[in-house]
């Protein structure tokens, strides 16, 4: 059964930068979409990035767009989220997923992921 492990999570100051990776096992993640999601407190659960199976396509929520930069490393079958400019709104649990289905498109609908992480914590101070 495939895993994912979210690393990279932490405290950081605003403005600053953190680096999110996705680790996998145990499944063929280099043919699904992987996408991140996160959730504050006492919110649900909301989309920030996607990328396609094979790098070639993603999407933003407008909230990170131009701050965030989603990307996928086939080797060693891992994704990461490079988070710059971050803001005290940006503090939540983020998720890595991944669709269980071959060659899947990106998508931002978060109940089109079959697999998920455990979530790392991110808070942004101001």
């Known amino acids: 059964q495939g895993q994912l492990v979210e690393i990279g999570g932490g405290l950081v100051q605003a403005g600053g930068s953190l680096r999110l990776s996705c680790a996998t096992s145990?499944?063929?993640?280099?043919?699904?979409?992987m996408g991140w999601f996160r959730q504050a407190p006492g919110k649900e659960r909301e989309f920030v990035s996607t990328?396609?199976?094979?790098?070639?396509?993603?999407d933003y929520a407008d909230s990170v767009k131009g701050r965030f930069t989603i990307s996928r490393d086939h080797a060693k079958i891992s994704a990461y989220l490079q988070m710059n400019s971050l803001k005290p709104e940006d503090t939540a649990v983020y998720f890595c997923?991944?669709?269980?289905?071959?060659?899947?498109?990106?998508?931002?609908?978060?109940?089109?992921?079959?697999?998920w992480g455990q979530g790392t914590q991110v808070t942004v101070s101001s």
């Open positions: 997923a991944a669709r269980g289905t071959p060659w899947s498109a990106p998508s931002r609908n978060g109940y089109e992921y079959d697999y």
């Open positions: 145990g499944g063929a993640f280099n043919q699904y979409a």
């Open positions: 990328i396609s199976w094979n790098g070639a396509s993603t």
